[in-house]
C-alpha cells in the first residue's frame, strides 16, 4: 500500500516535494510505520520502479514464450512494450519532463527495464533461431541487444504529442527489420 500511495504522489507531485511525511499521512500511517518498512524516500522510490518494471515485463514475459513465430513475436513484442510505456507516462505524467531533461532517474529506469527485458529477450532468441545463426560473430545477447537498442531508440517519441502511435509504428518496423536480417532476405 505505501508503495501504491508513493507511486501516486511521486507522479502528482514529483519526487522532490514528496515528502516521507506526505507519504505516511496518504497512506494513512505513522512516519515510523514508514520508516519499518523502507530506510528512506529513494529506497520507496527504487520500490516503486521495480514494480513499474514488473508490470511491463510480466506481459513482455508471456509474449515472449508464446509458440508463435519469431517474427510475429518481436512485433507483437515491440507493440505491446510501447503500448505498455505508454501506460505508465498515462499514470504518472511527470515521466515525461524528466525524460526530455534527460534526468538521472529517467536513465536509472530505462537502464533496470533493459536489464529486465534483455533477460526475456536472449531466450527468446535461443528458442528461435537455429544454431546455424549463432556464431562467435553474431551471439544471441548480440540479436537481443540489437533488437532492443531499435525499440530504446523509439522511446524519446513519447515526449511528442502523437508520439505513442509513432513509437509503435516504428516498433514494428524494427521488428520486421531484424526478421529480415536473420532470414537473410
Known sequence: MIIDVAA??????????????????????????????????????????????????GPLSLLARSDEELGTVLQRYGEE???????????????????????????????KLQKAEMQILIPLFKRHLPESEVSEKMSLEDYAWLYMGMLRGNDKLFTRTDGL?????????????IVRAISGS
Do not use: C
Not at 499521512?25 to 514494480?51: C, L, P, Q, W
Not at 502511435?165 to 527489420?177: C, F, P, Q
Open 81 to 111: 512494450r510501447m503500448k505498455l510505456l505508454g501506460d505508465l507516462i498515462m499514470r504518472n505524467p511527470l515521466l515525461i519532463k524528466d525524460f526530455s531533461q534527460g534526468h538521472s532517474r529517467i536513465e536509472k529506469l530505462r537502464d
Open 165 to 177: 502511435s509513432e513509437a509503435i509504428r516504428l516498433s514494428s518496423i524494427s521488428s520486421w527489420m
Open 8 to 57: 501516486g504522489l511521486f507522479a502528482t507531485m514529483g519526487l522532490r516535494r514528496t515528502s516521507m511525511e506526505a507519504i505516511a499521512t496518504s497512506a494513512g500511517r505513522g512516519r515510523r510505520t514508514v520508516y519499518m518498512y523502507f530506510r528512506n524516500k529513494a529506497h520507496i522510490y527504487d520500490a516503486v520502479v521495480e514494480k513499474e518494471i514488473r508490470q511491463i515485463t
